[in-house]
């Protein structure tokens, strides 16, 4: 019974590990996404960096809570 307790942490660590891994790969493919469109148009103020920011950010906070539910 005893055994079971640091496999159940450890998978816990690899999960919550991956969802950060995660989150942060969305939200720099957003911001590296909106930066290269940014320098392909040439617009002084950098709209698209702005809002595929905001979108990756959204769309990772969506995919986290979507996986803590799916885990309970």
Known sequence: M???KPKKQLS???KY???GIQMLVIIL?????GVKLD???GWNFPLFTVVFSLLAVVL?????????LKMK
Not at 29 to 33: H, L
Request: hydrophobic share 40%; charged share 25%; aromatic share 24%.
């Open 60 to 68: 990772a906070i969506y995919y986290a809570v979507k996986d803590f």
């Open 29 to 33: 493919v957003g911001v590296f996404g």
């Open 2 to 4: 005893k055994e079971e």
């Open 17 to 19: 590990s991956s969802l």
């Open 12 to 14: 816990n660590y690899a």
């Open 39 to 41: 320098d392909y148009i």
